[in-house]
C-alpha cells in the first residue's frame, strides 16, 4: 500500500503525558499537512511543510504543539502536557507540489483521547 | 472566522436525483477548490477539483461549478447512489489548504 500512513491509529493518555504521531506521506511526495477534527467539524489546519520547511503554524495551535519533518519524508506531530481539549482526530495529509495546485491526499488518521 | 462556509449540515436525496452540495468562501486569494468525500472512522477521499481559472470541472457523475463573484462553488452528483450516503468537505486553497465544516449527505432508496 502506498498511502499516506498514520501511526498509531489510536492512542489513549492521561491529562498532562507527552504523545507523539507519526506520518508517512506518499514517497514522491514533498508537501505534508496535519489537520485536527473534533465531532462535527471539518478538518482544522494545524501546519504544513514543503520538503522540511516548515512553511505556516497555525496561530491557533498552543506553543504546546509541535510538529518536525527532518529529512523531508516522515513527520511527527507532538503534543506535550495533553488537555481533555486535545482529544480529537488527527490527520495527515500529502500531495505533490508539481503544478499551482494539487490536491491532498489524507491518511487514517489518529484518534486521540485524553483522559 | 471561517474562510469556507458549508451552510446546510445535512441534505436528503432521493436515489436517482440529482444531489447539490454548495459551499461559499470569504477569502479572494484561494485559487484553488476541491471536495472530499469522509465515511466514519476513515480520513477524507479526494473526489473532485477546480482552478479559479475555470468555472466548471466535470467527472463521471460529479460535476463542481465555481462562480467566483459570488465567491460561491457548488458539487452536483448525477444520478445520486446509496453509496453516495457520507460526509462531503468543500475544501480551498491559498497554498494551503482550508476547509469547510462539512455536509451529511443521506441519499433515500
Known amino acids: 500500500d502506498t498511502g499516506v500512513s498514520q501511526n498509531p491509529r489510536h492512542k489513549i493518555t492521561k491529562r498532562g503525558q507527552n504523545v507523539t504521531f507519526r506520518c508517512d506521506p506518499i514517497?514522491?511526495?514533498?508537501?505534508l499537512y496535519w489537520y485536527r477534527q473534533t465531532l462535527g467539524q471539518g478538518p482544522e489546519f494545524l501546519t504544513y511543510?514543503?520538503?522540511?520547511?516548515?512553511?505556516?503554524k497555525s496561530r491557533l495551535l498552543s506553543d504546546r504543539f509541535s510538529a518536525e519533518r527532518p529529512k523531508g519524508s516522515f513527520s511527527t506531530l507532538e503534543i506535550q502536557r495533553t488537555e481533555q481539549g486535545d482529544s480529537a482526530m488527527y490527520l495527515c495529509?500529502?500531495?505533490?507540489?508539481?503544478?499551482?495546485?494539487?490536491?491532498?491526499?489524507f491518511g487514517q488518521g489518529t484518534r486521540l483521547t485524553v483522559v | 472566522d471561517q474562510q469556507v462556509k458549508q451552510n446546510s449540515p445535512s441534505l436528503s436525496v432521493q436515489e436517482g436525483r440529482i444531489s447539490i452540495l454548495n459551499c461559499d468562501y470569504t477569502n479572494s486569494m484561494f485559487d484553488y477548490f476541491l471536495w472530499y468525500k469522509k465515511y466514519p472512522a476513515e480520513g477524507p477521499t479526494f473526489l473532485i477539483s477546480?482552478?479559479?481559472?475555470?468555472d466548471k470541472n466535470e467527472d463521471g457523475r460529479f460535476t463542481v461549478f465555481l462562480n467566483k463573484s459570488a465567491k460561491h462553488l457548488s458539487l452536483h452528483i448525477v444520478p445520486s447512489q446509496p453509496g453516495d450516503s457520507a460526509v462531503y468537505f468543500c475544501a480551498a486553497s491559498d497554498d494551503k489548504i482550508i476547509f469547510g465544516k462539512g455536509t451529511r449527505l443521506h441519499i433515500l432508496p
Open positions: 495529509a500529502s500531495g505533490p507540489t508539481t503544478g499551482l495546485n494539487t490536491e491532498a491526499f
Open positions: 477546480i482552478s479559479s481559472i475555470k
Open positions: 511543510f514543503q520538503n522540511e520547511a516548515q512553511l505556516e
Open positions: 514517497s514522491e511526495h514533498n508537501r
